[in-house]
């Protein structure tokens, strides 16, 4: 099985920062995509980031310049920092990655439980 763990959510003025992480664990082999999803109250839940094996990665049109993406393979950690946050980006966010297990044929998609941002005054 395999795990996902996020984390460095909370509550943050606007303008502040937050950098969340998520760390994947389990009987993983390998992992492709490691993406940020978020999901306001009464929203959709949408894309913000994606990066891949190797380290490729890009952000949604409402987030760039300010969130970055990054992965650290060796740990199977994804980390999405984000800048100058605005009351528009309070959600629940989500790590999501499509990974290899070990013993078992394809690639499968894995969630995590969420962790909240705030961005009020």
């Known amino acids: 099985q395999v795990q996902l763990v996020e984390s460095g959510g909370g509550l943050v003025q606007p303008g502040g920062s937050l950098r969340l992480s998520c760390v994947a664990s389990?009987?993983?082999?390998?992992?492709?995509?490691m993406d940020w999803y978020r999901q306001a109250p009464g929203k959709q839940r949408e894309l913000v980031a994606v990066?891949?094996?190797?380290?490729?990665?890009d952000v949604a049109d409402s987030v760039k310049g300010r969130f970055t993406i990054s992965r650290d393979d060796a740990k199977n950690t994804v980390y999405l920092q984000m800048n100058s946050l605005r009351p528009e980006d309070t959600a629940d966010y989500y790590c999501?990655?499509?990974?290899?297990?070990?013993?078992?044929?394809?690639?499968?998609?894995?969630w995590g439980q969420g962790t909240q941002v705030t961005v009020s005054s």
């Open positions: 389990g009987s993983i082999f390998s992992i492709n995509a």
């Open positions: 990066t891949y094996s190797g380290g490729r990665g």
């Open positions: 999501k990655i499509n990974a290899r297990v070990v013993g078992r044929p394809g690639s499968y998609v894995y």
